[in-house]
Protein backbone atom coordinates (compact mmCIF):
# COMPACT_ATOMS: atom_id res chain seq x y z
CA UNK A 1 0.00 0.00 0.00
CA UNK A 2 2.77 2.29 0.75
CA UNK A 3 5.03 1.72 -2.54
CA UNK A 4 1.36 2.28 -4.83
CA UNK A 5 1.23 5.63 -2.53
CA UNK A 6 4.90 6.70 -2.94
CA UNK A 7 4.22 6.27 -6.81
CA UNK A 8 1.39 8.12 -6.68
CA UNK A 9 2.72 11.09 -5.57
CA UNK A 10 6.03 10.43 -7.96
CA UNK A 11 3.41 10.35 -11.14
CA UNK A 12 1.37 13.39 -9.57
CA UNK A 13 4.76 15.30 -8.94
CA UNK A 14 6.05 14.39 -12.70
CA UNK A 15 3.01 16.23 -14.37
CA UNK A 16 3.00 19.18 -12.12
CA UNK A 17 6.53 19.95 -13.02
CA UNK A 18 6.06 18.92 -17.02
CA UNK A 19 2.93 21.34 -16.52
CA UNK A 20 5.15 23.91 -15.01
CA UNK A 21 7.76 23.53 -18.13
CA UNK A 22 4.68 24.18 -20.51
CA UNK A 23 3.68 27.12 -18.52
CA UNK A 24 6.76 28.98 -18.71
CA UNK A 25 7.32 28.34 -22.45
CA UNK A 26 4.07 29.79 -23.15
CA UNK A 27 5.08 32.81 -20.71
CA UNK A 28 8.13 33.57 -22.60
CA UNK A 29 6.64 33.02 -25.70
CA UNK A 30 3.79 35.40 -24.91
CA UNK A 31 6.36 37.54 -23.82
CA UNK A 32 8.42 37.25 -27.09
CA UNK A 33 5.07 38.27 -29.19
CA UNK A 34 4.46 41.42 -26.53
CA UNK A 35 7.73 42.86 -27.70
CA UNK A 36 7.28 43.97 -30.65
CA UNK A 37 3.99 45.21 -30.03
CA UNK A 38 5.48 47.78 -27.24
CA UNK A 39 8.05 48.87 -30.37
CA UNK A 40 5.02 49.45 -32.89
CA UNK A 41 3.10 51.18 -29.65
CA UNK A 42 6.40 53.62 -29.32
CA UNK A 43 6.65 54.10 -33.21
CA UNK A 44 2.90 55.60 -33.21
CA UNK A 45 3.42 58.01 -30.34
CA UNK A 46 6.72 59.28 -31.38
CA UNK A 47 4.79 59.60 -34.89
CA UNK A 48 1.85 61.61 -32.91
CA UNK A 49 4.20 64.05 -31.32
CA UNK A 50 4.18 62.52 -27.97
CA UNK A 51 0.71 63.50 -26.91
CA UNK A 52 -2.07 61.87 -25.29
CA UNK A 53 -4.99 60.74 -27.92
CA UNK A 54 -8.14 61.77 -26.74
CA UNK A 55 -10.23 58.82 -25.86
CA UNK A 56 -11.89 57.14 -28.95
CA UNK A 57 -10.70 59.69 -30.95
CA UNK A 58 -7.52 58.68 -33.72
CA UNK A 59 -4.99 60.64 -35.49
CA UNK A 60 -5.96 62.35 -38.66
CA UNK A 61 -3.21 62.31 -41.00
CA UNK A 62 -4.78 64.26 -43.75
CA UNK A 63 -7.70 61.35 -44.16
CA UNK A 64 -10.30 64.14 -43.66
CA UNK A 65 -9.71 67.66 -44.76
CA UNK A 66 -12.04 69.10 -42.40
CA UNK A 67 -10.71 73.01 -41.13
CA UNK A 68 -12.14 73.75 -37.45
CA UNK A 69 -11.95 77.07 -35.81
CA UNK A 70 -8.67 77.43 -33.54
CA UNK A 71 -8.44 78.88 -30.43
CA UNK A 72 -5.21 81.22 -31.12
CA UNK A 73 -7.52 82.39 -34.29
CA UNK A 74 -8.31 81.23 -37.36
CA UNK A 75 -8.76 77.52 -38.57
CA UNK A 76 -6.71 74.57 -38.66
CA UNK A 77 -7.05 71.33 -39.87
CA UNK A 78 -8.11 68.51 -37.49
CA UNK A 79 -5.78 66.71 -35.67
CA UNK A 80 -7.78 64.34 -34.14
CA UNK A 81 -11.27 62.35 -35.51
CA UNK A 82 -14.05 59.94 -34.43
CA UNK A 83 -15.48 58.48 -37.22
CA UNK A 84 -19.90 57.99 -36.48
CA UNK A 85 -21.71 55.71 -38.45
CA UNK A 86 -23.95 58.73 -39.49
CA UNK A 87 -21.21 60.11 -42.50
CA UNK A 88 -20.13 62.48 -40.06
CA UNK A 89 -16.88 62.84 -37.87
CA UNK A 90 -16.00 64.68 -34.67
CA UNK A 91 -13.11 66.87 -35.29
CA UNK A 92 -10.76 68.38 -32.25
CA UNK A 93 -8.06 70.96 -32.99
CA UNK A 94 -5.43 69.72 -30.37
CA UNK A 95 -5.37 67.17 -27.42
CA UNK A 96 -6.05 69.29 -24.33
CA UNK A 97 -9.23 67.96 -22.70
CA UNK A 98 -10.85 71.37 -22.91
CA UNK A 99 -10.62 71.65 -26.67
CA UNK A 100 -14.01 72.01 -28.49
CA UNK A 101 -15.24 69.49 -30.25
CA UNK A 102 -16.87 69.91 -34.18
CA UNK A 103 -19.17 67.81 -35.73
CA UNK A 104 -17.95 67.40 -39.43
CA UNK A 105 -20.21 65.78 -42.22
CA UNK A 106 -18.34 64.09 -44.92
CA UNK A 107 -18.95 64.98 -48.32
CA UNK A 108 -17.60 64.82 -51.12
CA UNK A 109 -16.46 67.36 -54.06
CA UNK A 110 -17.56 66.70 -57.25
CA UNK A 111 -14.20 66.64 -59.46
CA UNK A 112 -15.27 67.11 -63.38
CA UNK A 113 -11.95 68.44 -63.98
CA UNK A 114 -10.30 65.30 -65.65
CA UNK A 115 -12.66 65.20 -68.32
CA UNK A 116 -15.86 63.13 -69.06
CA UNK A 117 -17.25 61.36 -66.30
CA UNK A 118 -19.12 58.75 -66.98
CA UNK A 119 -22.44 57.57 -66.03
CA UNK A 120 -22.53 55.05 -62.83
CA UNK A 121 -22.43 51.18 -64.65
CA UNK A 122 -25.35 49.14 -63.09
CA UNK A 123 -23.10 46.67 -61.58
CA UNK A 124 -21.90 49.29 -59.11
CA UNK A 125 -25.31 50.72 -58.88
CA UNK A 126 -26.21 47.05 -57.98
CA UNK A 127 -23.17 46.87 -54.89
CA UNK A 128 -24.79 50.20 -53.97
CA UNK A 129 -28.62 48.98 -53.20
CA UNK A 130 -27.50 45.22 -52.18
CA UNK A 131 -27.69 43.93 -49.01
CA UNK A 132 -25.56 41.25 -47.34
CA UNK A 133 -22.27 40.12 -48.45
CA UNK A 134 -22.26 42.45 -51.87
CA UNK A 135 -22.90 45.56 -49.77
CA UNK A 136 -20.40 44.31 -46.87
CA UNK A 137 -17.77 43.56 -49.67
CA UNK A 138 -18.21 47.09 -51.45
CA UNK A 139 -18.04 48.98 -48.16
CA UNK A 140 -15.37 47.39 -46.67
CA UNK A 141 -13.44 48.15 -50.21
CA UNK A 142 -14.01 51.99 -50.17
CA UNK A 143 -13.45 51.84 -46.07
CA UNK A 144 -9.80 50.81 -47.60
CA UNK A 145 -9.73 53.99 -49.81
CA UNK A 146 -11.14 56.95 -48.23
CA UNK A 147 -13.29 57.81 -45.02
CA UNK A 148 -15.10 60.77 -47.23
CA UNK A 149 -16.06 58.10 -49.76
CA UNK A 150 -17.01 55.28 -47.40
CA UNK A 151 -19.20 58.24 -45.62
CA UNK A 152 -21.03 58.48 -49.27
CA UNK A 153 -21.33 55.22 -49.59
CA UNK A 154 -23.03 54.15 -46.46
CA UNK A 155 -25.26 57.41 -46.47
CA UNK A 156 -26.77 56.24 -50.38
CA UNK A 157 -27.37 52.89 -48.74
CA UNK A 158 -28.99 54.35 -45.73
CA UNK A 159 -31.19 56.26 -48.05
CA UNK A 160 -32.06 53.79 -49.92
CA UNK A 161 -33.03 51.60 -47.29
CA UNK A 162 -35.52 54.59 -46.22
CA UNK A 163 -36.62 55.09 -49.57
CA UNK A 164 -37.51 51.56 -49.84
CA UNK A 165 -38.95 50.92 -46.77
CA UNK A 166 -41.45 54.94 -47.99
CA UNK A 167 -42.45 52.80 -50.93
CA UNK A 168 -43.71 49.66 -49.40
CA UNK A 169 -45.62 52.13 -46.64
CA UNK A 170 -46.61 53.53 -49.44
CA UNK A 171 -48.13 50.71 -51.43
CA UNK A 172 -49.93 49.30 -48.27
CA UNK A 173 -51.24 52.46 -47.99
CA UNK A 174 -52.94 52.45 -51.53
CA UNK A 175 -54.33 48.87 -51.33
CA UNK A 176 -55.73 49.88 -47.35
CA UNK A 177 -57.93 53.08 -49.38
CA UNK A 178 -58.51 50.91 -52.21
CA UNK A 179 -59.90 48.03 -49.84
CA UNK A 180 -62.08 51.34 -48.08
CA UNK A 181 -63.46 52.35 -51.35
CA UNK A 182 -64.66 48.52 -52.12
CA UNK A 183 -66.75 48.82 -48.79
CA UNK A 184 -67.76 51.93 -48.50
CA UNK A 185 -69.40 51.46 -52.03
CA UNK A 186 -70.85 48.08 -51.03
CA UNK A 187 -72.09 49.91 -47.87
CA UNK A 188 -73.56 52.61 -50.31
CA UNK A 189 -75.47 50.43 -52.76
CA UNK A 190 -76.87 48.60 -49.80
CA UNK A 191 -78.02 51.32 -48.62
CA UNK A 192 -79.56 52.66 -51.86
CA UNK A 193 -80.99 49.16 -52.28
CA UNK A 194 -82.84 50.31 -48.87
CA UNK A 195 -84.30 53.26 -49.94
CA UNK A 196 -82.59 55.23 -47.15
CA UNK A 197 -82.82 58.29 -48.62
CA UNK A 198 -87.06 58.44 -48.39
CA UNK A 199 -86.92 56.76 -44.91
CA UNK A 200 -85.16 59.56 -43.95
CA UNK A 201 -86.69 62.08 -45.78
CA UNK A 202 -87.62 64.22 -43.38
CA UNK A 203 -84.25 64.85 -42.40
CA UNK A 204 -83.70 66.93 -45.81
CA UNK A 205 -84.92 70.65 -44.89
CA UNK A 206 -84.28 70.30 -41.41
CA UNK A 207 -82.67 73.50 -40.33
CA UNK A 208 -80.69 72.71 -37.35
CA UNK A 209 -79.07 70.29 -40.00
CA UNK A 210 -78.53 72.13 -42.96
CA UNK A 211 -75.66 73.99 -41.37
CA UNK A 212 -74.18 70.84 -40.23
CA UNK A 213 -74.36 68.88 -43.57
CA UNK A 214 -70.99 67.82 -45.49
CA UNK A 215 -71.62 70.94 -48.34
CA UNK A 216 -72.41 69.14 -51.31
CA UNK A 217 -69.13 70.02 -53.14
CA UNK A 218 -67.37 68.28 -50.84
CA UNK A 219 -69.05 65.40 -51.23
CA UNK A 220 -66.73 62.36 -51.85
CA UNK A 221 -67.89 59.20 -54.10
CA UNK A 222 -65.97 56.36 -53.78
CA UNK A 223 -65.55 53.52 -56.38
CA UNK A 224 -64.29 50.30 -56.41
CA UNK A 225 -61.74 49.48 -58.65
CA UNK A 226 -63.89 46.87 -60.49
CA UNK A 227 -67.01 49.63 -60.91
CA UNK A 228 -66.43 52.81 -62.06
CA UNK A 229 -69.62 54.80 -63.38
CA UNK A 230 -69.77 57.04 -66.04
CA UNK A 231 -68.19 54.64 -68.41
CA UNK A 232 -70.35 54.25 -71.20
CA UNK A 233 -73.29 56.27 -72.47
CA UNK A 234 -73.84 59.05 -69.87
CA UNK A 235 -70.43 60.20 -69.06
CA UNK A 236 -66.55 59.43 -69.71
CA UNK A 237 -65.19 56.91 -67.99
CA UNK A 238 -63.19 57.40 -65.15
CA UNK A 239 -60.14 55.64 -63.86
CA UNK A 240 -59.76 52.44 -61.50
CA UNK A 241 -60.24 53.34 -57.89
CA UNK A 242 -61.14 57.00 -58.87
CA UNK A 243 -62.43 59.03 -55.82
CA UNK A 244 -64.67 62.20 -57.49
CA UNK A 245 -66.36 65.29 -55.07
Given amino acids: MAYGLAATVERRTTIAAQQLTAARTRINHLAGALEPRDEEIRHLRARAGHVNMPHDFELNNGRVDAQIPSQQGGNVLAKWIKVLGSGEVIARAGEDPDKPEYMVPLHLATDYSPGDVNTMPYWCEELLQSNGAAFFALAMAVRAMDLT ?52 GHLQYRRDLIR ?28 RGDVTA
Avoid at 166 to 193: C, F, M, N, P, W
Fill in 149 to 200: TSAEVKRYHRHHERRAQLEADRRAIIAEIEREDEELTSIRHRLEGWRLYERV
Fill in 212 to 239: ERTPFHALRRYYPRQACPGAGPGGPARG
